[in-house]
């Protein structure tokens, strides 16, 4: 779950760097938002994962 934390931080952190008028650049409306969007699939899957049982 830290790695997706992390990853939704550096996501939101690259769309505040877009220097384009309210973010219409390339960092704002694409490389963003695909990574918070792995962030947030990270997320889930960290949630939805259940360790194996060992015998």
């Known amino acids: ?14 769309m505040a760097l877009d220097k384009e008028t309210h973010g219409f650049g390339f960092l704002g409306l694409t490389l963003g938002p695909l990574i918070v969007l792995s962030g947030f699939v990270l997320e889930i899957v960290a949630i939805l994962h259940t360790p194996k049982e060992k015998k």
Not at 3 to 13: D, K, N, Q, R, S
């Open 1 to 14: 779950m830290i790695i997706g934390i992390a990853t939704l931080i550096v996501g939101f952190t690259i």
